[in-house]
Structure formats: structure tokens, C-alpha cells
């Protein structure tokens, strides 16, 4: 018998293609110079706000999510230039300052810090730094524009709060960017607010670093790797190597603005980046994770409840890190609803990893869970799915609507049996139960479903070579997986898997028994069970899956979407914690017992009520793991469901 366990708490805008300059005329963009730098579509500086959207041009808005492009709330910009900056005689920088989201706010604290400093320190020497001392800067770094004081700008030291003398404070503050009109665009919005922005137009990879600011602020573009390609990726890796630190070729571009800006600072400087949340979770990330405890002192992340880029695919963090040269064995993790929380007061959590380079997902989970997870492990009750056997990647096809066929249009094409092989449909809604029979991908091929993969033998059939003709017309042959394989209408397949592990979730990672004998695609993953083990995983292991500690392990081991997504990659789902062979076998029975009653929750879409079912079978009724810590596992789990699937909601509300 099941006892149901439930819940107790049931800016940017970019010059691209077209823009508009300063006088309001249309021209077109420099597409060459662009893609020098990134390989590919170049993610401008966000604006400051979205208010500002009114006054951009329509043809920037439309296609502004295309472009990857996404407004910067002001609170956020403002909290971090408020953090960063902390004395009026700071020099900062923005090294992708695009129309000054951040410049400006940090002018308007540069002004705000020099009016208090008047008022009780008269005589201290505030301001932009000497001539003397800019020449000597930048010599040193000759592609950044000099901190040179403007000809109104005297010390401090020469004014008082009654000075009648017409002379002012001038903040100064530096960017760089590679647009010279956007560059423009941030020296008159900055001049506009009383400031002086030293704006170098240029590629920020170009630039070699010199020890020369406070601190430096700013949201890095965020272009993943798939874009982030050519001479844009090298000089973004040589310049991270430069620093000690390899990333590799996955890594999109943000990874190694944070290395390569960190060089511009100096001892005890201060660096505030909006980031994707993928520094916490993703492999490629793990360089980066160690850099920071070993070149800051403090390293500060926020996170949000909520999310805060409604338009984008990719969640962010804040990371503020302090004291630079310094070193740390800890990061201060807060986490607030949203941008107009950042401001409150929240108990900071403490996250002490033992290896930074490992990912952080785990620091939202109680230490109380995790260690249960822990001693699951270390009792040899759960291993990691690698241990029943590998996990791989589903068929690449190039193009699923001519290669992913439904009976209907078999028919149609008058294709045989000698041209096709029998494949799980694109996608994974129907992989939601523990198991894909033979009955099961009939109803599915009897709903119109794609149960079919053109899969020619050689030599062609009469109807299977019109096929491949008319795939040619409609130029499917030029689709990038096409063009790179011969004969480019054969898909490369893998084996039958033993099971289907689906890699794109709502609520939680899916393995289903391939009792179908189909093949895969790459919508999902296959695992193929070690051959002493293959008839007991088949059997039992998708249900055994369907427990509360490998639920929670799955949401601290894959990576979560804006869309409220949980994606699971090979690589972590080789990692991903399964109840060990030895339980499987030692619960067997009881298992066989609840598959039943589990198929049918499942069927009704109670995944919650099915997992209390099997929770029961492996931890409950022999004593494997005490009340308290299982209720501790489903509490954290919850907690780190609900956050991520709230991030997903139309503007995280």
C-alpha cells in the first residue's frame, strides 16, 4: 500500500544590421567588423532601462530577442555601480560599455560620493587623477583612453559646498566597445549627465590589461559557443591563457571576459558582472569557479527567485567579487524575489565547496539533504547512473521534417520496409511513463506521430531515390549535418538503446524501457546497459529512478533554462545518482509489487504521489533511510523545483 506524501507548502538596444546615429538617419551596419569579433551576431550593452524602449527604433525591437539582446533593468545597474563604487576618486570601467547602462549610473554615484566628500573632507584630493599620473597610464596601456581631468575639473581640495568659483567636479569613467556609433551613443549620455566617458573603440580581447581601476562593472555578451567562433573565440582564449587560465572550446563568450577584465584591476579592486547562471552549473565554467577563489578575496553571488530577463533563454546571477589579489575558500550566496528586492535585508548562506572547480548547483540545497544524499552514497545504497552504463547522444538527422516520417506519409512516398527503421518521434512527451512498448509506438504511429526514420538501403528503391531527388530540390542536402556526411540522406545511427532518458524536462528526468526496440534521436538520450545488468535495468530501474534523492540530485546536476527547463547532457547524467544494483536487486520484489499502481499515477500525471510509492519500497519500510532525512530530500528538492519552474513563468511572477 502507497501512503501519497504531500508538500506541507502545496539595453540594450544593438546597431546591428540597420540602426539609426546620432541625427537620426538610417545607415547600414559594418556586418564584417562584427563578426570579427564574435564569429557571429554581436550582443550589444542593454540599455539602462526599459523605459527607454520608447525611444529605440522599431526595427531594434523586433528582432531583439533574435539578436540575443536584452534590456538591463535599472535597479540592477544601479545596485551594482552602488556596490562597486565607493569613493569618489574610484576609476572604473565598463570593457562592454555599449550605450553606458552602467557608465551612467556610475557618473551619477561618482557625482553623489564627490557632493558628500565637499561637505566633510574639504582638502582631501578627490577627483580624476592627475595628468601626470594618466600619461603614465597609459603608456602602459596605450588602447585605453587616458584618465585625463577636464580643464573645469580642479581637486577637491580647492572647493568648498559654498564655492562660488563656477568650477565643478567631473566624474570621468572608461569603456570600451566595439561599435564606434554605439561608443558615441555612451560619451553624449554620459556628457549629458555631467560626465566624461573615455570610451575606446576597439575589440576588448585587443586590449593587453594593465593594473588601472577600482573597479569594473558591467554585463559581458553572452554568445554561446555554437556562435562564438574564429579569430573572436582565439583571441578570447589566448587572452584567458594569458591569465593562467584554459578554457575550452565550449565555453561561451562571458568566461573569459571575466578573466581578462579581472587583469585591469587593481589590488583590493572590486568586479560586478551580471552573468548566466551557467557559472554555477556548466563543466566548461569550472576554470572560471576556480579563478575567482584564487584572485579574490570575496566572492559574492545573488541569485533571483523570479526571473529578471522575462526575454531571455538563460537565467543570471550577480557576481561581485572583492579585494582582488586576495584568495578565498567561500562564496556568500543571498538570494532575493527579484531586482526590486536586491536592497533587503536576507541571511546570507556561506557556500565552502571542496573543489571550486566542481559545479555549484548545490549550494541551494540544505546541508541537511545533502548530507543524506552523501551517506546514501557511501553506504553503497545509490551509485551514479554510469554504473548500470553509458549514456549517448540520439541521431543527429539534419533535419527532422524530411527524415522523421509518419505512416500517412510513408504511404504517400510509397516507401518499403527496406527504407525505413523504426524510431521514437521527435521530442519526449511521450516518454512520461515507464515504458515505450510495441503497443505503445503503434498508438502513437496510429495518432500521426513520426514513428518512422528514412533510413535507405543501398541500392536506392525506385520510391526512395525520387525521395532523396526531391530532398535535393528542397535543398536539404545543404543543411550543415547533410553537407558534412556521404551519402548525405544517411543518418549515422547508434544501436537500439535499452532505454530512453529524456534530456529536456518540466518536472524531472524520464527513464522509459525501450521495449519498442526503437532508435533514438537527439531530442533524447539512450542508455545502454552493461550486459550482466541489461535485464534487471530494463525491467526496473526506470521505476527505481522515480525516488526522491534522485529527483533532487537531478535538479543540483543539470542545468536549469529561463524557460524553467531542466536539461540533462550525457555528461551529467553519467554522474546522475540511481539507486546502486545491489538495492535494485535487494528491493526487487517490493518493487514489482507498486508498477503497477506507479504506471497508473503517472498516466493521471501525479508524479509526486508515483515517487511516494517507490520512496516508500527503497527507504520506508525496512528503515534504509530515517523519516526526517527523506522529508529533509523532498522539502530540498521542492525547494529547488519551485524556483526554477517559477523562473519559468511569464515574467517570473
Known amino acids: 500500500m502507497c501512503h501519497y506524501w504531500r508538500s506541507p507548502c502545496s539595453h540594450r538596444h544593438k546597431f546591428q544590421t540597420r540602426a539609426v546615429n546620432s541625427r537620426g538617419e538610417l545607415w547600414e551596419d559594418q556586418k564584417e567588423t562584427r563578426a570579427e569579433h564574435v564569429g557571429g551576431p554581436w550582443n550589444d550593452r542593454r540599455m539602462t532601462s526599459g523605459a527607454a524602449l520608447s525611444s529605440v527604433p522599431e526595427v531594434w525591437a523586433q528582432d531583439r530577442k533574435a539578436r540575443g539582446a536584452f534590456f538591463t533593468p535599472a535597479p540592477i545597474a544601479e545596485f551594482m555601480v552602488r556596490w562597486a563604487v565607493r569613493n569618489a576618486r574610484d576609476r572604473i570601467m565598463d570593457p562592454s560599455c555599449g550605450d553606458a547602462a552602467f557608465l551612467l549610473p556610475a557618473t551619477?554615484?561618482?557625482?553623489?560620493?564627490?557632493?558628500?566628500?565637499?561637505?566633510?573632507?574639504?582638502?582631501?584630493?578627490?577627483?580624476?587623477?592627475?595628468?601626470?599620473?594618466?600619461?603614465?597610464?597609459?603608456?602602459?596601456?596605450?588602447?585605453?583612453?587616458?584618465?585625463?581631468?577636464?580643464?573645469?575639473?580642479?581637486?577637491?581640495?580647492?572647493?568648498?559646498?559654498?564655492?562660488?568659483?563656477?568650477?565643478?567636479?567631473?566624474?570621468?569613467?572608461?569603456?570600451?566597445?566595439?561599435?564606434?556609433?554605439?561608443?558615441?551613443?555612451?560619451?553624449?549620455?554620459?556628457?549629458?549627465?555631467?560626465?566624461?566617458?573615455?570610451?575606446?573603440?576597439?575589440?576588448?580581447?585587443?586590449?593587453?590589461?594593465?593594473?588601472?581601476?577600482?573597479?569594473?562593472?558591467?554585463?559581458?555578451?553572452?554568445?554561446?559557443?555554437?556562435?562564438?567562433?574564429?579569430?573572436?573565440?582565439?583571441?578570447?582564449?589566448?587572452?584567458?591563457?594569458?591569465?593562467?587560465?584554459?578554457?575550452?572550446?565550449?565555453?561561451?563568450?562571458?568566461?573569459?571576459?571575466?578573466?581578462?577584465?579581472?587583469?585591469?584591476?587593481?589590488?583590493?579592486?572590486?568586479?560586478?558582472?551580471?552573468?548566466?547562471?551557467?557559472?554555477?552549473?556548466?563543466?566548461?565554467?569550472?576554470?572560471?569557479?576556480?579563478?575567482?577563489?584564487?584572485?579574490?578575496?570575496?566572492?559574492?553571488l545573488i541569485m533571483f527567485e523570479h526571473q529578471v530577463f522575462p526575454d531571455a533563454e538563460a537565467d543570471v546571477v550577480l557576481l561581485m567579487a572583492s579585494n582582488y589579489g586576495g584568495r578565498t575558500d567561500s562564496a556568500i550566496i543571498r538570494q532575493v524575489p527579484d531586482e526590486a528586492h536586491l536592497?533587503?535585508?536576507?541571511?546570507?548562506?556561506?557556500?565552502?565547496?571542496?573543489?571550486?572547480?566542481?559545479?555549484?548547483?548545490?549550494?541551494?540545497?540544505?546541508?541537511?539533504?545533502?548530507?543524506?544524499?552523501?551517506?546514501?552514497?557511501?553506504?553503497?545504497?545509490?551509485?551514479?547512473?554510469?554504473?548500470?552504463?553509458?549514456?549517448?547522444?540520439?541521431?543527429?538527422?539534419?533535419?527532422?521534417?524530411?527524415?522523421?516520417?509518419?505512416?500517412?506519409?510513408?504511404?504517400?512516398?510509397?516507401?518499403?520496409?527496406?527504407?525505413?527503421?523504426?524510431?521514437s518521434p521527435p521530442g519526449s512527451s511521450h516518454l512520461r511513463g515507464l515504458e515505450l512498448s510495441p503497443s505503445g509506438l503503434a498508438a502513437l504511429s496510429r495518432a500521426g506521430k513520426s514513428t518512422w526514420l528514412f533510413y535507405p538501403k543501398e541500392p536506392l528503391s525506385r520510391a526512395a531515390a525520387e525521395y532523396v531527388e526531391a530532398g535535393q530540390r528542397a535543398g536539404v542536402n545543404q543543411a550543415y549535418k547533410c553537407r558534412v556526411r556521404s551519402p548525405w540522406y544517411k543518418v549515422p545511427l547508434l544501436a537500439v538503446p535499452d532505454l530512453f532518458l529524456t534530456c529536456m524536462n518540466a518536472d524531472t528526468p524520464r527513464l522509459t524501457t525501450n521495449s519498442a526496440a526503437a532508435h533514438h534521436l537527439n531530442s533524447i538520450h539512450g542508455v545502454y546497459l552493461r550486459g550482466d545488468i541489461t535485464e534487471l535495468g530494463r525491467e526496473l530501474l526506470p521505476l527505481a529512478s522515480l525516488n526522491s534523492a534522485t529527483l533532487l540530485h537531478a535538479e543540483v546536476t543539470g542545468r536549469s533554462y529561463g524557460g524553467g527547463i531542466l536539461k540533462l547532457e550525457p555528461r551529467e547524467a553519467s554522474v546522475w545518482m540511481m539507486p546502486s544494483v545491489a538495492l535494485v536487486t535487494e528491493k526487487a520484489d517490493a518493487l514489482r509489487s507498486v508498477r503497477s499502481t506507479v504506471s497508473a499515477k503517472l498516466a493521471q500525471g501525479k508524479l509526486l504521489e508515483a515517487v511516494t510509492c517507490v520512496d516508500e519500497v527503497l527507504f520506508g519500510s525496512t528503515g534504509t533511510l530515517p523519516a526526517q532525512q527523506l522529508e529533509a530530500i523532498r522539502l530540498a528538492r521542492e525547494s529547488i523545483a519551485n524556483r526554477r519552474t517559477r523562473r519559468g513563468r511569464k515574467n517570473g511572477r
Open 343 to 423: 536592497d533587503d535585508d536576507v541571511a546570507p548562506l556561506h557556500w565552502a565547496p571542496s573543489d571550486p572547480t566542481e559545479k555549484w548547483t548545490g549550494l541551494l540545497v540544505e546541508p541537511e539533504a545533502q548530507a543524506t544524499l552523501s551517506t546514501l552514497i557511501d553506504r553503497g545504497l545509490f551509485n551514479s547512473l554510469s554504473d548500470w552504463g553509458n549514456t549517448k547522444l540520439g541521431a543527429v538527422t539534419g533535419g527532422n521534417q524530411y527524415f522523421a516520417l509518419s505512416p500517412a506519409r510513408v504511404k504517400e512516398l510509397g516507401l518499403s520496409r527496406r527504407d525505413l527503421v523504426r524510431v
Open 108 to 300: 551619477h554615484r561618482l557625482a553623489e560620493l564627490s557632493s558628500a566628500e565637499i561637505g566633510s573632507n574639504v582638502g582631501a584630493s578627490v577627483g580624476a587623477p592627475t595628468v601626470e599620473a594618466a600619461e603614465v597610464a597609459a603608456e602602459a596601456s596605450p588602447a585605453i583612453a587616458p584618465i585625463v581631468p577636464s580643464e573645469a575639473t580642479v581637486p577637491l581640495a580647492l572647493l568648498d559646498a559654498s564655492s562660488a568659483s563656477g568650477t565643478e567636479y567631473v566624474p570621468h569613467v572608461h569603456g570600451v566597445d566595439i561599435h564606434e556609433p554605439t561608443a558615441m551613443a555612451a560619451r553624449e549620455a554620459v556628457a549629458a549627465a555631467g560626465g566624461t566617458a573615455h570610451v575606446t573603440v576597439d575589440d576588448f580581447f585587443n586590449i593587453a590589461p594593465s593594473s588601472r581601476f577600482d573597479a569594473i562593472v558591467g554585463n559581458p555578451p553572452y554568445i554561446r559557443y555554437q556562435g562564438f567562433t574564429g579569430i573572436a573565440r582565439t583571441r578570447a582564449r589566448e587572452a584567458a591563457l594569458r591569465a593562467g587560465v584554459s578554457l575550452t572550446a565550449l565555453a561561451s563568450s562571458w568566461a573569459a571576459f571575466v578573466i581578462h577584465a579581472s587583469q585591469f584591476l587593481v589590488p583590493g579592486g572590486r568586479l560586478a558582472f551580471v552573468l548566466p547562471a551557467e557559472l554555477l552549473s556548466v563543466n566548461y565554467a569550472g576554470p572560471v569557479r576556480r579563478f575567482l577563489f584564487e584572485h579574490f578575496g570575496g566572492v559574492e
